[in-house]
């Protein structure tokens, strides 16, 4: 079982920049990838960005690709976030979630329904 746990949420001002965390229970070999997502109130969950373990190879949604960074770090079993410019549309609980299965395609990187594990979210609420 993994379990994974996020961390960093909170508030910020439009422009600004937050680090999230998801820190994973078990050795990363044992997962494909790990991929961050959001879920605004009322919306459905979408993709931000995915690193896989091997290789370290990164994904990221268009709305993000020139303002985020997806970084792991495999000795501490640890996937960040860098989060920059932001924006109030950002604003929404982020989801880490890991996968055991390799994809290799954006589109199955961000199909949500692949991912097996969840962490509990973190809410980022981006003010004007």
């Known amino acids: 079982q993994v379990q994974l746990v996020e961390s960093g949420g909170g508030w910020v001002q439009a422009g600004g920049s937050l680090t999230l965390s998801c820190a994973a229970s078990?050795?990363?070999?044992?997962?494909?990838?790990i991929g961050w997502f959001l879920q605004a109130p009322g919306k459905e969950r979408e993709f931000v960005a995915v690193?896989?373990?091997?290789?370290?190879?990164?994904h990221f949604s268009d709305f993000v690709k020139a303002r985020f960074s997806i970084s792991r770090d495999s000795a501490k079993n640890t996937v960040y976030l860098q989060m920059n410019s932001l924006k109030p549309e950002d604003t929404a609980v982020y989801y880490c979630?890991?996968?055991?299965?390799?994809?290799?395609?954006?589109?199955?990187?961000?199909?949500?329904?692949?991912?097996?594990?969840w962490g509990q979210g973190t809410l980022i609420t981006v003010s004007s």
């Open positions: 078990v050795r990363a070999f044992t997962e494909a990838a």
């Open positions: 690193v896989t373990w091997i290789g370290g190879n990164t």
């Open positions: 979630a890991a996968r055991s299965r390799m994809a290799y395609s954006f589109k199955d990187f961000a199909s949500y329904k692949d991912y097996e594990y």
